[in-house]
């Protein structure tokens, strides 16, 4: 680790590698951040180990234990979660442990960056994107209310959507102050080495035309934000997408969009679809961020075919750990950490088995940490 001789200061993170490949991912981006140098990062760095995941349930009979919880409030300033390998079929007592944690942590938004110097679009042109997506965490049709009733032509089933303005309102505010953060970011970079080279834009995404009252709520909502904060409306352009063309614009053009803020259900398709364009899960991180909490998250499960092979792509996990720092206002250090993971991939050598190379997870950590 850095020196920090210099500084009292010190961020604490907790690390919670839960199921399969998070064992090896979470550690080898433990290994980046403590590779970073004390002139990026002046704080010191301490981590807490702690437990969560469906094989500890299994073993304790609780996914997310409240020992857990408390040294998250207690004693964590962000936190890094693994994978976790939720059942294929309803289990007893078990409910998800990250599901678990953004509801107690109140980790409104999910936030998720798709970044490639050369995406696969649809018409088999190489595109460079930097995109981010802002998914709302809380509501929609992720509420679970859900029924099952018999009618004179046979069962009928029936979902309850909720869209308010306080959960609108908050995934709005996430999305205009990252538009402006990513900006700062990349001031911080040569303008030629830059992929998006605009004035920052969000992207509004619903379906408005079709549910008039809920997505149309969703809509004003952040909207008002927009309007209503006036650095917001004299930096950031602002558009709007319904959700089939967004989805069809993100695979034909990605390099048209920069910060897109969707509900929910809308959130956790596009999110998932965009990487697609990256071309592996295992490079695609995310954030479920609060008020006063972040945690770090890749985008891909706990892959128990290939757990304890050393194999695993631990990109997104690293990329994961680089918006916590990001998000606890260590932009320099975030920033450090992205551009050593971009030219790692670029030299077209470091690649794991995901990417069709032979590349191990710790030939991949320590070649980032090289570049640090």
């Not at 932009?331 to 032979?358: C, F, H, M, N, W």
């Amino acid at each position: 680790m850095a020196s920090t001789a210099s500084t009292s200061k010190a961020l604490t993170i907790g690390l919670i590698p839960a199921d399969g490949i998070g064992r090896e991912v979470i550690p080898a981006a433990r290994q980046v951040l403590e590779a970073l140098p004390c002139d990026i990062m002046p704080s010191r760095l301490s981590f807490v180990d702690l437990d969560a995941g469906f094989e500890y349930f299994q073993k304790h009979g609780v996914a997310l234990p409240e020992k857990t919880l408390e040294a998250l409030k207690d004693s964590c300033d962000g936190a890094l979660f693994g994978a976790v390998s939720s059942p294929s079929h309803k289990v007893a007592g078990y409910s998800s442990p990250i599901v678990g944690l953004r509801k107690k942590m109140d980790l409104y938004a999910n936030v998720r960056p798709v970044i490639s110097g050369a995406a696969a679009t649809a018409s088999g042109e190489k595109r460079a994107i930097d995109m981010l997506i802002i998914r709302e965490n809380t509501e929609c049709l992720y509420i679970k209310e859900e029924e099952q009733h018999e009618g004179p032509n046979g069962k009928y089933a029936t979902a309850k959507r909720r869209i308010s303005e306080f959960a609108s309102r908050r995934a709005g505010e996430m999305a205009f102050s990252m538009a402006l953060q990513r900006e700062n970011m990349r001031q911080q970079v040569p303008l030629a080495e830059r992929t998006w080279k605009a004035r920052p834009k969000v992207t509004i995404v619903h379906k408005s035309n079709v549910l008039s009252v809920t997505d149309g709520l969703w809509r004003e909502t952040v909207r008002s934000v927009y309007t209503g904060n006036s650095e917001y409306s004299s930096k950031i352009d602002i558009e709007e997408q319904l959700v089939d063309s967004m989805v069809y614009r993100m695979f034909r053009e990605p390099e048209a969009f920069d910060v897109v803020v969707a509900p929910n259900m809308y959130g956790d398709i596009i999110s998932d679809g965009a990487a697609a364009l990256v071309g592996s899960l295992g490079l695609v991180p995310s954030a479920n961020v609060g008020d006063n909490f972040v945690v770090g998250e890749p985008v891909h499960g706990s892959a128990p075919d290939i757990a304890g092979k050393n194999i695993a792509n631990p990109i997104a996990a690293i990329r994961s750990a680089a918006m916590l720092l990001e998000r606890t206002g260590y932009g320099s250090a975030a920033l450090a950490i992205y551009r050593a993971v971009d030219k790692a991939l670029e030299s077209g050598q470091i690649k794991t088995p995901d990417l069709g190379g032979k590349a191990t997870t710790t030939k991949v950590t320590e070649a980032v940490c090289k570049l640090l």
